[in-house]
Antibody
């Protein structure tokens, strides 16, 4: 059974750096094709993808936030860490981590790409 | 960067069929996945791939795709289906989510 859980501060001050940890079980991030992503959701707004790290340490970032984000993994601890610098009140959101299984391609040439397991999320408020 | 466009809100009468759509260039190469999100809860995957349902998702949920448009269809909508629905795919930068559709069951 795959589970993920986010942890980190609930309140950060503007300009501070946010560090969030995703601790997971039920899979290994050393398995070929597997990834873990971070997605956030401001109150009352849509989901926004932030970053993704793959089993081979390949990393992808949202173009609009790339300069502020760093994603790393510790395979031995089953953890993925996201840091976001220069926090602002607009970054107030619930932050989720999610498991991305091996991407597959069917006979028509289409790829399947999805997040099948999500953490419960952690609300981070940015305020002085 | 790519975008996925969804209608902000859709309504359906109880027991009727509703289609929620998602448009984007990335959908010409990637199937959309669909997530249901109820207030205060994390998103739940309901459709992935060509038309696959995770274990526990009712078979009234189905997915389809044509060109740059993906659709989530709920056949015989139930009161518990009232929720926000998000589509998701990959693009050249990494990952993209639609803006979400709020489904109201009347």
């Amino acid at each position: 059974q795959i589970t993920l859980k986010e942890s980190g501060p609930t309140l950060v001050k503007p300009t501070q750096t946010l560090t969030l940890t995703c601790t997971f079980s039920g899979f290994s991030l050393s398995t070929s094709g597997v990834g873990v992503g971070w997605i956030r959701q401001p109150p009352g707004k849509a989901l926004e993808w932030l970053a993704l790290i793959y089993w081979d340490d390949d990393k992808r970032y949202s173009p609009s936030l790339k300069s502020r984000l760093t994603i790393t993994k510790d395979t031995s601890k089953n953890q993925v860490v996201l840091t976001m610098t220069n926090m602002d009140p607009v970054d107030t959101a619930t932050y989720y981590c999610a498991h991305r299984p091996v991407m597959s391609r069917d006979s028509s040439g289409y790829y399947s790409y999805y997040f099948d397991y999500w953490g419960q999320g952690t609300l981070v408020t940015v305020s002085s | 960067s790519s975008e996925l466009t969804q209608d902000p809100a859709v309504s359906v009468a109880l027991g009727q069929t509703v289609r929620i759509t998602c448009q984007g260039d990335s959908l010409r190469s990637y199937y959309a996945s669909w997530y249901q999100q109820k207030p205060g809860q994390a998103p739940v995957l309901v459709i992935y791939g060509k038309n696959n349902r995770p274990s526990g998702i009712p078979d009234r949920f189905s997915g389809s795709s044509s060109g740059n448009t993906a659709s989530l269809t709920i056949t015989g909508a139930q009161a518990e289906d009232e929720a926000d629905y998000y589509c998701n795919s990959r693009d050249s930068s990494g990952v993209v989510f639609g803006g979400g559709t709020k489904l109201t069951v009347l």
